[in-house]
C-alpha cells in the first residue's frame, strides 16, 4: 500500500498522484503542467507508470492543472473510468475541449512557419476529437455519497469551495488487514467567497495530502474588496471610458456578474453597456446556471428571491467573432468582461487594441498574473504593448483589485487542517517552496505529526508512512 507523487511536487501545476492498493492502481489527478515552454514540454512525456494498468482515476475539478492531461491518458489506452462530481464533469467538457482546439490552433500556426524553412510538422498534444473521447470515461459521484469504486477502495466527495463542483476527497484504503484513510484537499477555496459554500471540514484522517499554494500570505478583506470596486465605479462614472477587465472563464467570470447584480444599484450599472466576450465564459456561465444546488446559501436566496443570478437587464452575451468585433465602435460607456484571465490570449487582446491607448479606458486585474504574460507586464506599469506586430502605447488607467482569489489563503488552510484532531500526517503538493516550506512550518506548530513535502517521483509507504525517495 503506497502512494507515488508525480506532480505538484514544489509546484503548482500537474497535480499527479498514483497509489497502490492490493495490486490495483488508482490515479488521483491527472493535470497539464503550465508555465514557461521548457515546463510545458514536459506534457509531451511518456506517464512515468503503465496507462494500462490503471484500474480507476479520481478528478478532485475541472481545472486544466488537475484535469488537462486526462485526453493523453485516454489516448495512451487508458480504459477504466474517471470519478469526479458532475459539475466537475459539465465544466470539464468544456475545458478539456477548449485546451484540444487550441492544441490544434497552435500547432497549425506553427506548421505554417515550419513548411516555409522545410521543418519537421508537428502534432498538437491532443485535439478536441480525443476531448471528447476522454469524456465518455466519466463516471460522476455527488458530494456525500460514498462508492465502493473496487475492491478494498471507498471514495466519497465533500465540497472544496473553490469552483464549481470541486471536490476535497475522502479514499478508504483496505489490504492485508491495514486500514487507511487518505484524504485529498485538491484546491481549498476562499472563505466567504460570493456563489459557492466554504470548504468542507473533516476531521478523521490517516494521512492529508495539501494543497500549499497561498501558504505565505493572506488575501485582502473581501469588505475591502467591494469598496475598491464601488471606488472604481464612482471614478468611472465622471471619465465614462471603457472598462476592460480581463477574466478567468471559470470562477472569477461568474463572481463578477453576481457582483454586478448585487450592487447593480449601488454601483449605478445600469448607466453601463455590459458585454460577457468570451464564449467559453458563457458556457460555464451556463453549467453555474444549471447547478445552483451547489450555491451557498446567500446565492440560493438570491436565486429564488431575483431570479437567475447572473442576469442583468444590460448584459450581452457575446458569441460570435462578428459579434465581438462589433463592440470596439463603441468608444466609451462599456463594460467588457474577456479572456484570457491573464491577457495571453483570447479576445481581450483585441480589446486592449482598440482601447488601451485612451487615456480615459481602465483595466481591471481581478486575478493573480503569472511572471512572463502580459498581464503581469500592464501590472508592473508597462508603458508600451506589442500586439500582432504592432507596438501600441499604454495610456489606459491599470488598477489591481485584491482580495479575488479562488484559493483558502494561509489562514484559510491552516483553519482547514486545524479540523483533523488527531492532526495526522500531511503532505503538502501544489506549492512553490517559498509558499510550501513557511507553511510546512506553520503546520508543525500547529502540532502535525509529520509534514512531508514531496520530490517529483517521491513514494510513501501507507502503511508505515514513511517516505522514500
Known amino acids: 500500500m503506497k502512494i507515488e507523487f508525480w506532480g505538484a511536487t514544489r509546484e503548482v501545476t500537474g497535480s499527479c498522484f498514483l497509489i497502490e492498493v492490493n495490486g490495483r492502481r488508482l490515479l488521483v489527478e491527472c493535470g497539464l503542467v503550465q508555465g514557461e515552454p521548457a515546463d510545458e514540454e514536459r506534457n509531451r512525456a511518456p ?11 479520481i478528478l478532485t475539478h475541472a481545472h486544466l492543472d488537475h484535469s488537462g492531461r486526462i485526453p493523453l491518458l485516454v489516448k495512451a489506452g487508458y480504459r477504466g473510468p474517471i470519478y469526479t462530481h458532475s459539475a466537475s464533469r459539465d465544466l470539464a467538457r468544456i475545458m478539456l475541449k477548449d485546451a484540444g482546439y487550441l492544441n490544434e490552433k ?57 469552483i464549481l463542483g470541486s471536490a476535497i476527497v475522502e479514499v478508504w484504503l483496505e489490504e492485508g488487514g491495514v486500514r487507511r484513510k487518505i484524504v485529498f484537499s485538491g484546491d481549498l477555496g476562499h472563505k466567504g467567497a460570493p456563489i459557492l459554500r466554504d470548504p468542507a471540514v473533516v476531521s478523521e484522517a490517516d494521512l492529508v495530502v495539501m494543497e500549499s499554494t497561498y501558504g505565505d500570505r493572506a488575501h485582502r478583506s473581501w469588505d475591502d474588496t467591494w469598496a475598491e470596486l464601488d471606488e472604481v465605479f464612482t471614478v468611472m462614472q465622471q471619465r465614462r471610458g471603457n472598462i476592460l477587465i480581463p477574466a478567468f472563464a471559470v470562477g472569477r467570470t461568474q463572481e463578477l456578474l453576481y457582483a454586478f447584480k448585487r450592487n447593480y444599484e449601488r454601483w449605478n450599472l445600469d448607466r453601463w453597456a455590459i458585454f460577457l466576450d468570451s464564449p467559453m465564459a458563457i458556457e460555464a456561465t451556463e453549467v453555474y446556471g444549471r447547478h445552483y444546488q451547489l450555491f ?20 450581452r452575451f457575446t458569441r460570435t467573432a462578428q459579434q465581438s468585433m462589433r463592440i470596439n465602435r463603441v468608444e466609451s ?7 484570457s484571465g491573464m491577457c495571453e490570449g483570447g479576445r481581450i487582446k483585441h480589446h486592449f487594441k482598440h482601447n488601451i491607448w485612451r487615456s480615459k479606458c481602465q483595466v481591471l486585474i481581478v486575478g493573480f498574473q503569472a511572471q512572463g504574460t502580459l498581464g503581469r507586464a500592464l501590472v508592473e506599469g508597462v508603458d508600451t ?56 512550518a ?28
Open 333 to 339: 460607456g462599456a463594460i467588457i468582461i474577456a479572456g
Open 296 to 315: 451557498d446559501r446567500e446565492a440560493r436566496s438570491e436565486r429564488r428571491h431575483n431570479g437567475d443570478i447572473f442576469e442583468l437587464p444590460n448584459l
Open 47 to 57: 506517464f512515468p507508470f503503465d496507462v494500462q494498468q490503471l484500474d480507476a482515476v
Open 442 to 469: 506553520r503546520l508543525k506548530s500547529q502540532g502535525a505529526q509529520q509534514v512531508f513535502t514531496p520530490a517529483h517521483g517521491a513514494k510513501l509507504d501507507l502503511v508505515h508512512l514513511k517516505l522514500k525517495a
Open 106 to 162: 497552435d500547432v497549425e500556426w506553427e506548421n505554417r512557419k515550419r513548411q516555409r524553412k522545410h521543418l519537421p510538422l508537428l502534432e498538437p498534444l491532443y485535439t478536441m476529437t480525443d476531448a471528447q473521447a476522454a469524456m465518455r470515461r466519466f463516471k460522476t459521484v455527488e458530494y456525500g455519497e460514498s462508492v465502493e469504486i473496487m475492491a478494498g477502495v471507498t471514495l466519497c466527495l465533500r465540497d472544496a469551495g473553490h
Open 385 to 440: 504593448i506589442h500586439l500582432w506586430g504592432e507596438a501600441i502605447r499604454v495610456a489606459a488607467k491599470i488598477r489591481t483589485i485584491g482580495g479575488f482569489s479562488a484559493h483558502a489563503d494561509c489562514n484559510g488552510l491552516a483553519e482547514w487542517y486545524g479540523g483533523f484532531g488527531a492532526r495526522p500526517p500531511v503532505v503538502l503538493v501544489h506549492g512553490e517552496p517559498k509558499a510550501m516550506d513557511p507553511f510546512a
